[in-house]
């Protein structure tokens, strides 16, 4: 796929295809001043036919052909002006890197001299390997071939096994297979024969020999171990490893969680065994609610149950344990054999999400510590924009400056934007003289990106009347946002992606699906679908990332975290992905509304990865393709009946000890060498009867692409066709009549798709991992202002309400298979339920004013012993809080945010979630959201002051004015009525209060800075001036209050 192949606009349903040339701006090219070499200042000659002779086609530098010679043969083989590689003329001598070419010349065979001893080296290494490998069956090249292209899937048998590739090694495919390995070595002789026990014999004494040699027993020469054994030793160390907690931890708060389950359902009994029945509406009420409290309570808790941690050993990546044997996956001099990652990242509205957020991400994803060639970015633009093309366009020039910088020096973050920012000494470990400098001509050069990014994004704000025009005056494609055909441009890639000193970058892909009226297009999870399809074609990497616009790379080895987990040979298979944290830098210092959401990254999501693993969020996630294809994990080998010897306990008879189905690579019991897989049967079985285009759609190179599980593009396959078919797959009807949505990548029917995604993956038996590096693996922005965070929250919880009441509802969904783990049921149950728990919340915050202003309670009056069950549950609530703060390492202020948080969310975005969600399932009415803003304010935490009246502001604001006005009217009557009023009005103001604390951050955020009160908060405070004076009439404290007889008909003065 070449870089400069342009932008590719195409439909696949009205047979168009179109290459549009010349878009990008023109690089500066130098003043061709005659036909004098700009090198050594001679004349530059002409060719054979009599024309110019020209080195560089692509920006004509006049260089003489001897000094391109030279270049090629002695230099660095680029065009000192656009640094690219220059291209083998006619008649010059081939150089190693050269690409093939169908023309030959008398110099076509200079390196054969080279090329036969390579052929003999490798000829040699791979008899070495045969001997090394005994037992192991062959694994040469010789007999691999590339699956066919299925030209037509319809109800055509498909036979025999496909090879699966394994890595790329100079851009040739280099494939591996495991199919009809011998697992145990062939016998040179019967067993049992004397010849046979010789060479048995033979054989163990010179292992032995061997062994005592290397350990200095025989006296050997110390010269004489093999290096490598430390590798060796080193290689068969696991990738990573679970951290369990502390016992002295986890013990204490197991035990804490029995004992408030315990006191709850005591506290609950008498409850409901003493009403009140002067205020029964009251105690039903809240009797009510603290039975679903109690229940959300058991959902949230008890998936906590096994919390983990755990760590990687990055240095173990480089080897690799198969047989006993140690392979290197990094080697010096040499292909790196790293799985292929490919890397998605999403964007709609430029003008909500700025480009330059974006350009951030991507250069930090380019700048990544990866091999180069492992690595394919794709940007997916949903709303056509031509101003995210042509910022990404920027972008990648700038990366070709901003790539090899962050490499050389090895900085931290490699996002331009927050690596300038950081106030912290920059020469700290920096040892290179020339660092200062080069990072002086940096930033000054990332300070003009900024602005060429800022001028386009002010030129956007007024689209013309005729639409965007490009570079060589043709329409942009996509000026009719809903009505456009799909766009592909590959602005880096390996034919043409270089940086400034001529190394080679990564994959930078454009993409933009075809969207038409009348069709469904699913928001987010259509696109990344389509993301999906088309980057199996261009790339098919094993491995996905997918990160959101705003959310870059803050430690450039986190993909080589995941590989940790997902190319480990013991648990790797069964991963279907490898979710990280979100951390988000900038956030006030207090956390006012609990943006940092750490009590669910840091607690809920470790005692998930100790069950059946965590929940996809969304973003800073690593996906296995293959699990997003929706194939089920590879089985191990069954557990071999119990064999029964006949005694009375038993009460059987023996049975024989074998197997009904194997597993990859694993012999059978009964000494069958054919070693017979059962993954590869279960395939061959689902190949053979499955409709290839009812599952994955009618894209031959696509579905070929699904069978290869280690990912690759077929050698065959021209540039040419591969677009052709990245339009098909993006195309807007593709997935009529597919599987897409429904079993198949990203799942439909709820806005909250990562939840669902990552639902059905556990389903089918995947497990996930949660990984916590000790620097944050990514980072990203969150809506600090009040009014965007309740947004946020509600679009969260509208989802959960959507997967409630759809067919993948995890209280009905997913019983059959019995893969999904019941504490791992209980989390998503939760993530399902949670808005609901906004009724009760609204209806038990409001019970303290109305008891306030009543002069009833919820409980009636109280004895000594019955008080114990009120003690013991705040004892066992607070226990609880402070020895999950213990063994998770969050601090007090983050969950006393999240608890106050958990309150304001839940009376007004929940709440509107909840109505939302059951008008869309009962009256078919549909909400929209919008996309949260991610600009900044140019002032330090400006946005947090920022007041955007909405409507969610209407119940937590309501429920602080009947709060505050039941607390003066409670203290009033008390203070007229004396000192026996005051004992009851202790357990309403203490009920009061506590709503009152947990809404205090709602209540800064409602007055907003000192001297800017808006001016729908001096409405408000009229309407509570108003409703307490009238209130105060009603009461009328300072009119004295008796129990005593009727002074006017006794007579009496008293």
Known sequence: MEASAGLVAGSH??????????????????????????????????????????ACNECGFPVCRPCYEYERREGTQMCPQCKTRYKRLKGSPRVEGDEDEEDIDDLEHEFNLEDEQKKQKHLTEAMLYGKMSYGRGPEDDDNIQIPPIITNARSRPVSGEF??????????????????????????????SVRWDQNKEAGWKDRMDEWKSKQGILGGDPDDIDPDMPIMDEARQPLSRKVPIASSKINPYRMIIVIRLVVLGFFLRYRILNPVHDAIGLWLTSIICEIWFAFSWILDQFPKWFPIDRETYLDRLSLRIACFRAYRYEREGEPSMLCPVDIFVSTVDPLKEPPLVTANTVLSILAMDYPVDKISCYVSDDGASMLTFESLSETAEFARKWVPFCKKFNIEPRAPEMYFSLKVDYLKDKVQPTFVKERRAMKREYEEFKVRINAMVAKAIKVPPEGWIMQDGTPWPGNNTRDHPGMIQVFLGHSGGLDAEGN????????????????????????????????????????????????????????????????????GRKVCYVQFPQRFDGID???????????????????????????????????????????????????????????????????????????????SINGDASGASFQDDDKELLMSQMNFEKKFGQSAAFVTSTLMEQGGVPPSSSPAALLKEAIHVISC????????????????????EDILTGFKMH???????????????????????????????????????????????????????????????????????????????LAYCTLPAVCLLTGKFIMPTISTFASLFFISLFISIFATGILELRWSGVSIEEWWRNEQFWVIGGVSA???????????????????????????????????????????????????????????????????????????????????????????????????????????????????????????????????KTKGPDVKQCGINC
Request: hydrophobic share 40%; with cysteine.
């Open 13 to 54: 349903n009205r047979n168009e295809l179109v290459v549009i040339h010349g878009h990008e701006e023109p690089k500066p090219l130098k003043a061709l001043n005659g036909q004098v070499c700009e090198i050594c200042g001679d004349e530059i000659g002409v060719t054979a036919e009599g024309d110019l002779f020209v």
């Open 910 to 1040: 929940h709440l509107f979630a909840v109505v939302q969600g059951l008008l869309k399932v009962l009256a078919g009415i549909d909400t929209n959201f919008t996309v949260t803003s991610k600009a900044s304010d140019d002032e330090d935490f400006g946005e947090l002051y920022a007041f955007k009246w909405t409507t969610l502001l209407i119940p937590p604001t309501t429920l602080l004015i009947i709060n505050l006005v039941g607390v003066v009217a409670g203290i009033s009557d008390a203070i007229n009525n004396g000192y026996q009023s005051w004992g009851p009005l202790f357990g309403k103001l203490f009920f009061a209060f506590w709503v009152i604390l947990h809404l205090y951050p709602f209540l800064k955020g409602l007055m907003g800075r000192q001297n800017r009160t808006p001016t729908i908060v001096v409405i408000w405070s009229v309407l509570l001036a108003s409703i307490f004076s009238l209130l105060w009439v009603r009461i009328d404290p300072f009119v004295l």
């Open 163 to 192: 090879p699966l590739p394994n890595h790329h090694l100079h851009g040739e495919q280099v494939l591996s297979t495991s199919l009809h390995k011998r697992v145990h070595p062939y016998p040179l002789s019967e067993p049992g």
């Open 733 to 752: 009807g593709y997935e009529d009549k597919t599987e897409w949505g429904l079993e198949l990548g990203w799942i439909y029917g709820s806005i909250t």
């Open 763 to 841: 389903c089918r038996g995947w497990r996930s991992i949660y990984c916590m590096p000790q620097r944050p693996a990514f980072k990203g922005s969150a809506p600090i202002n009040l009014s965007d965070r309740l947004n946020q929250v509600l679009r969260w919880a509208l989802g959960s309400v959507e997967i409630f009441f759809s067919r993948h509802s995890p209280v009905l969904y997913g019983y059959k298979g019995g893969n999904l783990k019941w504490l791992e049921r209980f989390a998503y149950i939760n993530t399902t339920v949670y808005p609901f728990t906004s009724l009760a919340l």
């Open 589 to 667: 210092r207090n956390d006012r509304y609990a943006n940092r959401n750490t009590v669910f990254f840091d607690i809920n999501m470790k005692g998930l990865d100790g069950v059946q693993g965590p929940v996809y969020v969304g973003t800073g996630c690593v996906f296995r393709r293959q699990a997003l294809y929706g194939y089920d994990p590879p089985k191990g080998p069954k557990r071999p009946k119990m064999a029964s010897c006949g005694c009375c306990p038993c009460f059987g008879r023996r049975k024989k000890l074998k197997y009904s189905k194997h597993s990859k690579g694993e012999p």
């Open 504 to 571: 080679e970058l990564p994959r930078l892909v454009y993409v933009s699906r075809e969207k038409r009226p009348g069709f469904q297009h699913h928001k987010k999870a259509g696109a990344m679908n389509a993301l999906v399809r088309v980057s199996a074609v261009l790339t098919n990497a094993p491995f996905m990332l997918n990160l959101d616009c705003d959310h870059y790379i803050n430690n450039s080895k986190a993909a080589r975290e995941a590989m940790c987990f997902l190319m480990d040979p013991q648990i």
